[in-house]
């Protein structure tokens, strides 16, 4: 019929129509990102950072050649690639293979060294385990910091855990040889009084020394690298950028004004809550705030509740950590602050950010800390070796108790098992729960990095090997060494020719009236008059 053009065809529901569309979006999207991708891929540009790695460790006696060679992170991809073409079993092990998008292991698109600013680097001085300077350390590269100087001994200088090291990029090993020894025995510091009174003393005392010795050679290292912040850490201690835009250090640093020289950020002291802890940074999550961060009623009126009958509010150092901007003449005053050999630096305390001191988190705390220092447990001696009150009582019990006395010492003095104790102190403020390092830690350990890391440098190297590779193995036993039953040996300044005795003697002029090193302090206790009044 004419105009007849075919059955009437009803339009589709409006609810049908919108489905189409979302399907035709769902379908589009994923092919868009696809694409996107590939072309990333194709035209490249963007440098691995570990290519820039580089090459030459050789700036300090102990550093010398990497037991990895001259790149230490060609071992993560050669050892990465020969056990994929192995097999499947690495990429069933780490679950998305040796290339894992992970932002520090090898393949990484992004150069982290180049975008961040700005740079940042920690150093310490260590004798721990993988278990605990893997995840300290992954987590501060999260919170921005670039680069690591890590002064090894004991376990830490190990060719099992050093190998692991020199495999991450950013991180530079200090070993403490013989040869390391007498340069920093060279130091302008034994020239000078602000350390003096810590001089030839054992074991908390020389690890003071040691300390800022490393810290004066740090100093160096980071200017020489580029680095615009340095933070003195020890691997028992996370920072906790709290209060910065984002929960990044490299961002609270970035917000600092231009003529502020030194950040001190106040330290909080774990509070375990059982005495198996295994992995501190995984299981503890209270932690008792600074006096910084307190009123000071609320500090002082709950300061006996918050003792429990210990010798100080917190139980070691309450006077926190400190980041120094890298400038002229900077130098060390102590392992808690830095100073400046010509000006009085210019400090910003942190009215939110911290340390979080992971102190005597697990039982076995107790009997490391006496196996690394000779001395008597008596009350008269200890104060030779420990600067803080209960580091003192800790060593003597430590040395003179049975296992379940320890025991029974520690759950009396460490952990926090009165519910409504804690309950009533985290109401107060004085505890409180952080969480963000737990769950960072945990994040990095599901991404598989600690175990790609150990797994690429599994069998790498044998000892004979590191050891030549340093080229100091007759030096490894004459090293200084602190354990029970043997002798201390005390860092001590080596005769020196008379042209650097006529330059020390200039520097004394200029030095004699710089403050002495600031040594952990315990915060501030209250005294008997305010005590009778609570």
């Known amino acids: 019929m004419p105009g007849h053009y075919g059955p009437l065809r009803s339009s589709p529901p409006p609810q049908q129509g919108l489905a189409s569309r979302l399907l035709l979006l769902l379908t589009l999207l994923p092919l868009s990102l696809a694409a996107f991708a ?4 194709w035209r490249g540009g963007l440098t691995d950072l570990s290519t820039r790695w580089p090459g030459d460790a050789s700036g300090f006696p102990g550093m010398g050649s990497s037991p990895l060679g001259s790149n230490p992170s060609s071992l993560l991809s050669s050892s990465s690639s020969s056990t994929s073409s192995s097999g499947s079993d690495c990429f069933d092990h780490f679950g998305r293979g040796s290339s894992s998008g992970f932002p520090y292991l090898n393949g990484w698109g992004f150069d982290f060294q180049a975008e961040q600013h700005p740079k940042i680097c920690i150093t310490t001085s260590t004798s721990a385990g993988l278990d605990q300077i893997l995840p300290w350390l992954f987590y501060h590269k999260v919170m921005g910091v670039t680069n690591f100087f890590l002064f090894v001994e004991g376990k830490a200088a190990s060719s099992n ?187 910003v305390k942190l009215d939110e950010a911290a340390v979080l001191h992971f102190t005597y988190t697990k039982f076995s705390d107790l009997t490391s800390r006496r196996d690394r220092c000779g001395c008597k447990p008596t009350k008269e001696d200890v104060k030779r070796c420990f600067m803080l009150e209960f580091d003192r009582s800790a060593f003597i019990i430590a040395s003179t108790a049975t296992e379940g006395e320890m025991l029974q010492w520690y759950r009396e003095h460490v952990v926090w098992n009165d519910q409504a104790l804690k309950i009533k102190l985290l109401r107060k403020g004085i505890l409180t729960r952080i969480s963000a390092p737990m769950v960072i830690i945990q994040g990095l350990r599901e991404s598989g990095i600690f175990k790609a890391l150990l797994e690429s440098t599994k069998n790498s190297i044998s000892k004979e090997k590191f050891l030549s590779s340093i080229g100091h193995s007759s030096n490894i036993s004459e090293v200084p060494n602190i354990r029970a039953g043997r002798k201390t040996l005390p860092l001590k300044p080596m005769n020196r020719g008379g042209s650097y005795q006529a330059a020390s003697r200039r520097t004394l002029a200029m030095t004699d009236a710089l403050p002495e090193a600031v040594p952990p302090l315990s915060p501030p206790a209250v005294d008997d008059d305010l005590l009778r009044g609570t």
């Open 161 to 347: 855990v050093s190998a692991v090291l020199e495999a991450i990029p950013g991180v530079k090993v200090v070993y403490r040889t013989k040869e390391l020894e007498e340069q920093q025995a060279r130091s302008r510091i034994w020239n000078e009084t602000w350390l003096a009174s810590f001089f030839y003393k054992p074991c908390n005392y020389e690890l003071f020394v040691k300390q800022s010795l490393n810290m004066e050679m740090a100093i160096v290292m980071a200017r020489d690298t580029g680095m615009d912040w340095i933070i003195h850490l020890d691997t028992d201690e996370l920072i906790h950028p709290a209060g910065a835009q984002e929960y990044s250090l490299r961002r609270l640093l970035l917000d600092m004004p231009e003529n502020v020289d030194m950040v001190i950020f106040p330290n909080y002291e774990s509070c375990v809550e059982r005495d198996d802890i295994k992995e501190p940074f995984s299981e503890v999550s209270m932690f008792k705030k600074n006096y910084d961060h307190l009123l000071k009623e609320t500090y002082f009126g709950m300061y006996k509740e918050a003792t429990r009958g210990n010798p100080n509010y917190f139980l070691t150092y309450g006077n926190g950590k400190s980041a120094a901007r890298i400038q002229d003449h900077l130098r060390p005053n102590g392992a808690h602050r830095w100073h400046n050999y010509m000006k009085t630096p210019n400090e």
């Open 38 to 41: 590939f072309v990333l891929q």
